[in-house]
């Protein structure tokens, strides 16, 4: 049986390699000789396909930055801003500097002459690469509470529960037992973030401001929490007006994608 905690593994082995692969990019884009003539020595007759077949840093970079940035606000959040520093050009620097320049300014193809090229952003990218390698070490360190994942893996048996009730029409019930796993989800994720409420029974709003005013959730994941919480209401609380069919189905696909996205 696939476990959740070994398909997270399998993400972050992809986000990895794809990683790699877009360093190999930015070395042959600023050495392109030197590094074609590495790739003809290790890989030989297969070299010319490889080369042709090697993505756009320009494009592909912004969908791995993307991934890569939610992986480490989730795992190893101390170094998030480290992990932006990289890429984000600082709004009060005044000099371009070897120390500073960052893989937005390669993205734009800015340089200062011999004292800064854009090989500079070769560093920034390895960095990166660094610090995701380090969430891969973290997994596999005793160091690191798996509960999140294993907890997981109980909730999927849940959630196939509210499912077989959905198919048989018992919405309101379909619709607990989705919010409940939503509601414990969300309380282990605070307690995975070291995050603090001051009420005894902390609803699904509750936690899902905490989680966004922690940075740990975007707005557009807070705002669609909320509307899960809503429905979850109607389900358990709201005795004058029935849930739909859609509204439930919405709940349970939405609890599932946030228990296998948000630890």
């Not at 937005?104 to 500079?120: C, F, H, I, K, T």
Request: glycine share 4%.
């Amino acid at each position: 049986m696939t476990t959740n905690l070994s398909r997270y593994e399998a993400d972050l082995e992809k986000l990895i390699k794809k990683g790699e692969l877009l360093l190999t990019v930015m070395q042959y884009e600023q050495n392109t000789d030197q590094v074609k003539k590495q790739i003809h020595e290790i890989m030989g007759g297969n070299a010319d396909k490889f080369i042709a077949d090697l993505p756009r840093f320009s494009s592909d970079y912004q969908f791995w930055y993307s991934e890569a940035k939610a992986l480490v606000r989730q795992v190893i959040p101390d170094r998030l801003a480290d992990f932006v520093r990289h890429y984000e050009r600082q709004p009060n620097r005044k000099v371009m500097q070897w120390d500073n320049y960052t893989i937005e300014d390669y993205l734009q193809g800015l340089s200062r002459s011999n004292l800064v090229p854009m090989s500079a952003g070769l560093a920034c990218m390895e960095q990166q690469l660094n610090i995701v390698k380090s969430a891969q070490q973290k997994f596999k360190s005793s160091l690191f509470d798996i509960r999140q994942l294993v907890t997981a893996d109980l909730f999927d048996s849940e959630i196939d529960a509210a499912r077989l009730l959905l198919k048989n029409k018992f919405l309101r019930a379909a619709g607990a037992v989705a919010g409940v796993v939503l509601e414990k989800h969300l309380a282990h994720v605070c307690d995975s973030h070291n995050i603090k409420n001051s009420k005894k029974n902390p609803t699904i709003n509750d936690l899902n401001d905490l989680l966004k005013n922690a940075d740990v959730i975007d707005m557009p994941r807070w705002r669609a929490n909320q509307h899960l919480a809503d429905i979850r209401n109607i389900c358990d609380h709201n005795k004058s007006k029935e849930p739909t069919v859609e509204q439930v189905a919405d709940l349970i696909d939405g609890t599932e994608k946030v228990i296998k996205t948000i630890f």
